[in-house]
C-alpha cells in the first residue's frame, strides 16, 4: 500500500512537469522524483523483508513483498519511458525550430523585430501541440496496460498464495498422520511389553505351583518295608 501511494505521487508530480513544455528543467525535476521513488521503493521492501524474517513460515511474505517491488518499479520504468519520448520530441522540436529559424534568416528586419523573441513559428507549435497529444495518448495506453498487467498479477499472485495455502495445509495433515502414526507404534511396543510381562508372570507362577505339587508328593511316598522279629519268624530261622 506504501509503495502503490508512493507511485501514485511519483506519477502526480511527473505528469503535469512534462506537460508545461518538455523542456531539461522540467523533464529533470521528475527524474529526479522517480529516483528518490526507487530509493524509499528499496527502504521499504528492505524493512518488509526483515519483518517477514521474523514470522515462522517467511517464503510467502518475502514473495508478496518482492511482488510489490517489481511492480511498484515496473510502473516508474513506465513512467521513465514517456519521460525519454518527451525529451526526445522536445528536442527534435528545439532542432526543427532552430533549421526553421535558420531558413528565415533572409526575412526583413522589420518581420524580426516585430516577433517577441520567446515566439515560435505556427509550423513548430502545430508539431509541438501534436507532440504533446501523441505523449498523452501514449501516456494513457501505457496506464491502461499497466491496470490490466496489475490485475493480471494480482490474480496470479492470489492463485499463488492459495496454492501456497493449501500446500501448506497439507504439510500439516502429513504432519499430524505422520505423529498418529507414531504414536500408534509407541502405544503398540507398550502393549507388547505388557503382554510380555504377563506371560513371563503367568509362567513363573505356574512353576512354582508344579515345583510345590511335586515337593508334595514326594513327602507323601511310602517307607520301604523293614525286616520282621516276631517269634514265627525267628523259628523259621537255622
Do not use: W
Request: charged share 25%; aromatic share 2%.
Amino acid at each position: 500500500m506504501q509503495i502503490a501511494i508512493l507511485f501514485i505521487a511519483v506519477y502526480a508530480v511527473i505528469m503535469p512537469s512534462t506537460a508545461k513544455n518538455g523542456d531539461q528543467q522540467s523533464i529533470e525535476n521528475p527524474r529526479t522524483q522517480i529516483r528518490q521513488a526507487k530509493a524509499e521503493i528499496e527502504s521499504n521492501y528492505k524493512e518488509k523483508e526483515a519483518a517477514c524474517l521474523k514470522k515462522f513460515v517467511a517464503n510467502p511474505c518475502i514473495d508478496e513483498a518482492k511482488l510489490q517491488k517489481k511492480n511498484a518499479l515496473a510502473l516508474i520504468k513506465q513512467r521513465e519511458m514517456v519521460l525519454n519520448d518527451e525529451e526526445r520530441a522536445s528536442k527534435k522540436t528545439k532542432l526543427e525550430s532552430k533549421q526553421l529559424q535558420a531558413t528565415t534568416t533572409n526575412t526583413p528586419p522589420q518581420t524580426k523585430t516585430n516577433l517577441p523573441s520567446h515566439v515560435t513559428s505556427p509550423q513548430a507549435e502545430v508539431k509541438s501541440n501534436e507532440q504533446a497529444n501523441a505523449s498523452q495518448k501514449n501516456a494513457s495506453q501505457i496506464q491502461r496496460q499497466q491496470e490490466k498487467q496489475t490485475q493480471k498479477q494480482s490474480q496470479t499472485h492470489a492463485q499463488a498464495k492459495l496454492r501456497a495455502h493449501k500446500a501448506e495445509q497439507k504439510k500439516i495433515e502429513a504432519a499430524k498422520k505422520a505423529a498418529k502414526r507414531a504414536n500408534k507404534s509407541a502405544q503398540d511396543s507398550v502393549n507388547a511389553a505388557k503382554y510380555q510381562s504377563k506371560v513371563a508372570a503367568a509362567y513363573k507362577r505356574k512353576s512354582a505351583v508344579e515345583e510345590k505339587n511335586a515337593s508334595r508328593n514326594k513327602a507323601k511316598a511310602a517307607p520301604l518295608p523293614s525286616v520282621s522279629t516276631s517269634p514265627a519268624a525267628s523259628k523259621s530261622l537255622p
